[in-house]
């Protein structure tokens, strides 16, 4: 593949819902420009692009890759993005680089969740898009229906300049409108006259193009509302303003795995997305924060940014990147910015899918990877340290869904930590939670799939086996009442005894540690033992009279006691201090307290009630509801947090994937007693089993 400038790149990335056909639409704009020698199928397992073992088993994308197509002297960087909610993380790399897109949408399914996503993704980051309507020859699909419901939800800027021409049941061709001539499948290279039974239909959406070309420029307001047609160099200019702005998001139509309709649409990438040449500057930070505005030709100082990692067993790290400023050159020697440290640049790859194809130099614009990078991560900056520049990094998901994960057998264990490590670096949307409290390890990820996909390649690629079990929820305990309770350690054997004797005053405070103090007179306790009596009850405190779990807001006065001149040690005031506490603690009024979380759901209008029914169920209280900027309603709620555990996987069955949310613990609240019965009960199963 030969070196391509800025002014020759298209960087489009694919979005949609899950099985639109994204991969397939790639795949079929490989075969057809003949970098693949055989089209392959996402249900045979061989897909150029959806390689891995897990996206063959599951016959859909989980990860982005990257496909670059040749075609009239340009490059198209397709990034094919999985449309699955579970991998968000990986769509939102993909965005980062692409500077348009390319929505996916099935004609037989029609807007689904994943097209109202990305119209939300590419309307916020001002992306110029195409809308393909994929699948036209399957049963019941329908290019008018599809093409309704788009301008239904996305407005007057999404025009058609394709339709099919179908002929008992069947499509055998297809109609560009801009042109107002016809081409049929049997015969490719001739066009023909449009159908009469679609000329009126062609005349009404080529009436929409040019109102909407109309509105890009003065000169052509003008000459359209004087009646006058346009020439094709009038239609090129306006839409060529018209994509770039978003005032104009045009329609095509075809199939994929029968590649129709993919000629065409390259065309139209080529001719109307801007390249990334003609963003002209790219925002960077230097590392005071001031802005810094890069030219975005070859002219400039290098920088590029990692927004992709993958850990090989056999090659190593794997560091995706684009070109944002400057040249990229094998053999050189680079600076990450974030890390502040030199990389080694050795060797550039151009990425097909899993395919690697070395090359010399990457120019403005381009996205290809390099190997074995050993300080840099998802996220970093590359440039020169004679103009050290930082982007701004991806803002990944927050995931939601949490699992404890346990090693089956030792062995297991001690490969876990290294395999999850790994995975963490490759998967900026995974979390891992090591809980001290509660000795789990939770993995945290955007749903019940990303889960089992990590799980599998723990087992795959890792070869470490491991089970899951749901996290324990770190309740809380404390006391209502206050208190007084003696405790004596008196120990005689032989040698020297042992004696420790204290009253501690037990009661409710507002800190969330224990507070200790004395209030010891004439010297009953010595002050030496102060230190012994407080460790004694922060130890016990660790561990609750009712269900075992951490108590707090409790304040612990030493007030009396007594000692042995001989026989009083450290050690005896300590177990002094526990049998107190032992003693004291259940008459206190001992009750439990769970966590409460602070929840934000974004959901559109119409499963307000469902949302806020469901919080009732939950014990939740609404406490703030407002409309953003996509018009979603923002409900904010206050829900006790063992009712949440399932929500990620819940949410998205009430609201057919449309809603989202974040969750972060607020505070620790009384728990009901049903609750707090229930609870007891378990800790008490627990620990006899234990």
Not at 71 to 91: R, V
Not at 103 to 113: D, L, N, Q, R
Not at 124 to 152: G, V
Request: with cysteine; net charge negative; glycine share 8%.
């Amino acid at each position: 593949m030969k070196d391509y400038l800025a002014s020759e790149v298209r960087n489009v990335v694919l979005l949609g819902h899950s099985g639109s056909g994204k991969t397939s639409l790639v795949e079929a704009a490989l075969y057809f420009t003949k970098a693949i020698d055989r089209l392959g199928k996402i249900s045979d397992g061989n897909c150029t692009l959806d390689y891995d073992q897990e996206e063959m088993k599951r016959q859909q994308s989980v990860f982005t890759a990257l496909a670059p197509v040749e075609w009239l002297n340009c490059k198209i960087n397709f990034i094919d993005t999985p449309g699955y909610l579970d991998y968000e993380g990986e769509q939102r790399a993909g965005i980062r680089v692409g500077d348009n897109a390319l929505i996916v949408v099935g004609a037989k399914e029609g807007v689904e969740a994943g097209t109202l996503k990305a119209w939300k993704i590419v309307n916020r980051k001002k992306l110029p898009t195409i809308f393909f309507i994929n699948k036209i020859d399957e049963e019941n699909a329908s290019f008018d229906k599809t093409y309704n419901e788009l301008r239904e939800h996305f407005g007057k800027t999404v025009i058609p300049f394709e339709m099919p021409i179908v002929e008992n049941g069947v499509v055998v061709g297809s109609v560009n409108i801009l042109r107002n001539k016809a081409w049929y499948y049997a015969d490719r290279e001739t066009a023909k006259e449009v159908p009469d039974h679609l000329k009126e239909a062609v005349s009404v959406y080529y009436q929409q193009i040019a109102e909407a070309i109309a509105m890009q420029d003065e000169e052509l307001m003008e000459k359209f509302f004087s009646g006058e047609t346009f020439d094709e160099k009038e239609v090129a200019k306006g839409l060529r303003i018209g994509v770039r702005n978003g005032d104009i998001r045009p329609v095509y139509c075809g199939s994929a795995t029968h590649s129709t309709g993919i000629r065409r649409l390259m065309d139209l990438i080529i001719e109307y997305f801007p390249s990334y040449a003609e963003k002209g500057v790219v925002e960077a930070k230097d590392l005071d924060g001031n802005q810094v505005l890069l030219e975005t030709n070859e002219k400039e100082s290098l920088s590029a940014f990692v927004f992709k990692t993958i850990i090989d067993p056999f090659v190593g790290k794997i560091s995706f990147l684009k070109v944002m400023s400057g040249t990229l050159i094998s053999d050189s020697v680079v600076y990450n910015s974030k890390k502040e440290q030199n990389e080694k640049i050795a060797q550039i790859y151009l990425i097909k899918g899993k395919n690697q194809v070395a090359a010399g130099k990457l120019f403005t614009g381009d996205i290809g990877c390099v190997v074995k990078l050993s300080n840099t991560d998802t996220n970093d900056t590359l440039c020169l340290k004679n103009k050290v520049v930082v982007f701004d990094e991806i803002e990944f998901p927050k995931p939601m869904l949490g699992v404890a994960i346990w090693p089956k057998t030792k062995l297991d264990e001690d490969k876990m930590s290294f395999a999850v490590a790994k995975m963490l670096e490759e998967d900026k949307s995974l979390r891992l939670d090591k809980n001290i409290e509660t000795h789990e390890q939770v993995l945290y990820a955007m749903g019940d799939q990303a889960i089992d996909v990590v799980i599998n390649k723990l087992k795959t690629k890792y070869k470490v086996e491991v089970t899951t079990t749901q996290p324990k929820v770190q309740y809380r305990e404390t006391i209502r009442g206050k208190v007084e309770a003696e405790g004596k350690h008196k120990k005689q054997s032989g040698g020297a005894g042992q004696y420790g004797h204290v009253w501690i005053r037990f009661e409710p405070c507002e800190s969330e540690e224990m507070v200790f103090e004395e209030e010891v007179f004439g010297g009953a306790v010595p002050k030496q033992y102060f230190p012994a009596t407080e460790a004694g009850l922060r130890e016990c405190m660790n561990k609750g009279v009712l269900a075992g779990y951490k108590v707090v807001g409790v304040k612990a006065t030493l007030y009396d006691g007594s000692y042995h001149d001989v026989d009083s040690k450290e050690i005896a005031f300590k177990a002094a201090a526990r049998l107190a506490y032992k003693a004291g603690m259940p008459k206190a009024k001992p009750v439990l307290l769970e966590p409460v979380g602070k929840v934000i759901v974004e959901v559109p209008e119409e499963y307000t009630g469902t949302i806020i029914g469901d919080f009732n169920k939950r014990r939740g209280m609404i406490v703030g509801m407002e409309l953003n900027e996509d018009k979603d309603q923002v409900i904010t709620a206050e829900v006790p947090m063992s009712e949440m555990q399932k929500y990620a996987t819940e949410l998205r069955s009430m609201t057919q994937g449309r809603g989202v949310y974040n969750m972060e613990f607020d505070r620790y609240e009384q728990a009901p007693a049903h609750i707090s019965d229930k609870v007891i009960k378990e800790a008490v199963k627990d620990e006899d089993e234990d």
